[in-house]
Structures are given as C-alpha cells and as structure tokens.
C-alpha cells in the first residue's frame, strides 16, 4: 500500500472516531461513578484490562514497532499519556479520588 493523501485521512478520521467513542464511553461512566461509588472500582478494572491488551499487541507487533520507533520513544508517549490521564481525572474528578479506596465495598 502506498502512502497517499487518502489514506493517510482515512487513517486518521478512523482513530479519531474510535478516540471520541471511546472517550464519550469512559465519560458516560465517569458521570455514572459520580452516582454510584461502585462504578469506580469497574472503571479501574477496565482500565486494567485495557493496559494488559495493550502490553499484549504491543509485544505481538513488536518486530514491527521495533524497525519504526525506539523504546524510549514509545515509553516516553505512554508516560505522557498516562500523566495527562491522571491529570484530567484530578481536575475533572477530585471527589472520585478520594472515594475510590471505599469503591469496592
């Protein structure tokens, strides 16, 4: 396949739909988990498996990433990443924070 113009928009308009679903559900449930404390505990293992999945395409795809991009490429955008997630939470979701250590009771 070669690189184009349409494919590259293709590609892009594909992930940034995925993101805005994705991001419209994990908000959908945040706004629940500010109801219902117990929602908290189901974000966090959600998240969980998600990272596992990741981890797991990731290694799977490892021969391939490996020719595109270094290690500390790829870990320096997962830290980024994870700041900025960590980062929103605390802006947009104190109150959750301090509640998650009773959220599975």
């Known amino acids: 396949m ?22 419209l559900a994990v908000s959908g449930l945040f706004a629940l988990a500010e109801r219902e404390k117990r929602v908290l505990a189901l974000i966090f293992m959600l998240g ?8 797991a395409m990731v290694y799977g795809l490892s021969q391939w990433v490996r020719d595109a991009m270094t290690p500390w490429v790829f870990l320096a955008g997962h830290a980024l990443a994870g700041a900025a997630v960590v980062g929103a939470l605390v802006y947009f979701h104190r109150r959750l924070i301090r509640e998650f250590p009773t959220a599975a009771e």
């Open 48 to 55: 969980c498996c998600l990272a596992v999945v990741f981890v």
């Open 2 to 23: 070669a690189i184009s113009t349409p494919v590259v928009l293709g590609y892009t308009a594909m992930h940034l739909a995925g993101f805005v679903r994705f991001g």
